[in-house]
């Protein structure tokens, strides 16, 4: 409604009050936002540190598209010549000799692992069949080197096995993160205070579950940092190739590991926010029922036409 106002009219204080009230309100931003606020502290913090940004988007380039080089027909035709070479048969009779002798050693052992003379006898057997199962195993990993390096480290069977040994740890530590959140999840109850709410229990699980899952991730990345130097060293590189394998490999498992992670960290925090507006809106709605039931007004008894008293409302 619009007022045309007079020369000599002017609002009362309170009018002003109320007018520069609103255009304070109005002038007010918005609060941002949980996701706005962590797209603008990552891209605050890759800009500030260039290296490792570029570092990691190499570890996700060579995770999506590295595959290795393709291997020639002839060159995979020798590398299977090579591998048919083992002596399978060879190899599986010295692994059930092994193991038949030792479970005659362990049931001719008496009370506290004791060994009599017979027993004796069974463990020079084991000992023998041992030493001819570690003979076949030596053999066998002197034709499987001599194969992959007719192939190469950055081939493509280097790359995918690799990969594979990679992948074990990481479902490794991703099942050690979900056993440790799991037992967390039933025991809660016992830690339960009595004065804690339900939005606190849910918050300290959720951060249990990030914590969690970050120690079976970095367990998993150093296992694997340790672990993938055997893959190198059996396809027998020279040690600049073998380094700058091991670089690669080290830089994508490190970027696949940080970026599972951060999807871990954006959903914890998404999930505590969500959790706190439900348990502030929650407690909105119960102050508003307290207040309106605050200003009912009771019952007042009042005297009737007939000099007798009756109940009513104002």
């Not at 499987?144 to 990481?170: C, H, I, N, P």
Request: hydrophobic letters at 40%; charged letters at 20%.
């Amino acid at each position: 409604i619009d007022l045309a106002l007079s020369p000599g009219f002017s609002l009362s204080p309170g009018f002003s009050t109320l007018a520069s009230m609103e255009g304070a309100v109005q002038r007010t931003e918005a609060p941002p936002g949980v996701v706005s606020t962590l797209l603008r502290g990552t891209v605050g913090l890759a800009k500030k540190h260039k290296a490792v940004t570029g570092s990691y988007l190499l570890g996700l380039l060579l995770l999506a598209f590295g595959t290795g080089f393709r291997v020639a027909e002839e060159t995979q035709a020798a590398y299977q010549a090579t591998l048919d070479t083992v002596d399978e048969a060879g190899l599986q009779h010295a692994h059930e000799s092994f193991y038949a002798a030792q479970d005659r050693y362990r049931s001719s052992q008496g009370w506290f692992w004791t060994c009599d003379q017979k027993c004796q006898v069974h463990k020079q057997r084991y000992l023998d069949a041992k030493a001819r199962l570690d003979s076949a195993l030596e053999q066998e990993r002197r034709v499987v080197r001599d194969a992959k390096k007719q192939v190469g480290l950055f081939s493509e069977y280097g790359v995918q096995e690799t990969r594979d040994v990679f992948w074990q740890y990481f479902a490794g530590g991703r099942q050690w993160g979900q056993r440790q959140s799991m037992w967390d999840l039933l025991f809660a109850g016992f830690r339960w205070g009595r004065d804690e709410e339900l939005f606190t229990v849910v918050c300290r699980w959720l951060l249990e579950l990030a914590f969690n899952f970050t120690i079976g991730m970095v367990m998993a990345l150093i296992m694997f940092l340790f672990g993938v130097w055997s893959v190198i060293s059996s396809y027998q590189p020279d040690p600049v190739t073998g380094l700058v394998f091991y670089a690669a490999a080290a830089i994508t498992a490190v970027s696949c590991v940080a970026t599972y992670l951060l999807c871990i960290y954006g959903a914890t925090a998404g999930s505590i926010a969500v959790v706190a507006k439900v348990a502030v809106d929650h407690n909105r709605r119960l102050g508003q029922d307290q207040r309106r039931s605050g200003r009912r007004i009771p019952y007042q008894p009042s005297r009737g036409p007939g000099g007798g008293f009756h109940a009513h409302s104002q």
